[in-house]
């Protein structure tokens, strides 16, 4: 049997339960580690760490050196299609992204597909590295923002509290809204396709505020753009695994995993278990769900929680995580701590 087929992660997404379930961590390279801070200082600013594939692959292992995760998710961001496509985009210390919004169709213009790559060539380059790099039992995610969770960047500017301006614009003009989520599709499945080109095992893709869409606007603007995805990566490779993580949606994660073709889904912090498991474990593995700031927090009642996650899912397919990324306040020992409870140490 080849390596790959016996690496716990991918037998997980396989759909084979395992007596110790394969671990990662959302956003598990980044500031709650010492090493991050140092080599980000070294990158200047987030973008050049992002574009420098050297060091975008050394803070992917970081975490890995620490705690053996499952996984090696590649150091990117979901904001760099945007940025691909020509949209000004900057980090600002404890502000997070900053982008020129755009708000109509008449701002799509400016945007050119033709030239993603050239912008995006070192990422390929780091997920090359990453694939011989890793170790042999660790499997390489790559990874998009799903096109709604993107949209919303590029429009409200930066992360937002209520999305007034990409609800209005879906409410007022939703044939121009399309046109952006066509760009995203097409862009995110080109993108995501080198990444599999260039050795990523398994894609990713983050729908993290999903949530904020109405009921009736939800399969418009989440399930399809990514069922259409899915569609596009699985034309080329049709074994390929796609995890989703459509954030926030309540029960509308059935007809999410139903119809966009995910093999797995991620479920967020808030998601019943004994619910997940008989409803959404049933139809695929499932991924997930200890609240981050209980890993902030640790002791006894992390503790608990993490024994509750693994006897509820531990019996079917399951991948552990957390329900949302790791927050830059982690104490790295809770992290430890973590590893050695999922491996029964
Ligand atoms: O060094 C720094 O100060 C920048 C912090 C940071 C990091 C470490 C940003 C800015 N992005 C990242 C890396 C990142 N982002 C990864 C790879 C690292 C890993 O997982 O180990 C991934 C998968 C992401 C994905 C991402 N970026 C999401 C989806 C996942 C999620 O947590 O919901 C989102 C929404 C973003 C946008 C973004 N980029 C950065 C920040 C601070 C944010 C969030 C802004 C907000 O809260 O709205």
Redesign the pocket.
Known sequence: MSVSQTKPLLKSLRGETQATPPFWL??????YLPE?RAT?EQAGS?LD?CYSPELAEEV?LQ?LRRYGMDAA???????LIPHALGQPLS?R?GE??VLDPVRSAAGLAKFDLGRIHDTLAPVYETVSRLSSSIPKDCTLIG?A?APW?VAS?MVEG???KDYTHIKRWIFKDPEGFAALIDILVASTTDYLLRQVEAGAEVI?I?D??AGVLPDDEFRKWSIEPTRRIVDGLRARYPALPVIG?P?GVGANIIDYVKETGVTAVSLDTGTPLAWAAREVQSLVPVQGNLDPLLLVEGGAAMERRIAEIIATFGDKPFIFNLG??ITPQTPPENVARLAELIRGK
Do not use: C, K, N, V
């Open positions: 959302m956003r598990q390279a980044g500031r991050y980000r987030f760490l992917t975490p998710i590649l150091f990117a961001d979901i904001l980090y210390e997070g992204p990874f923002g969770t960047y930066r992360g937002s990713q983050f993290t505020w993580f954030r949302h990324g």
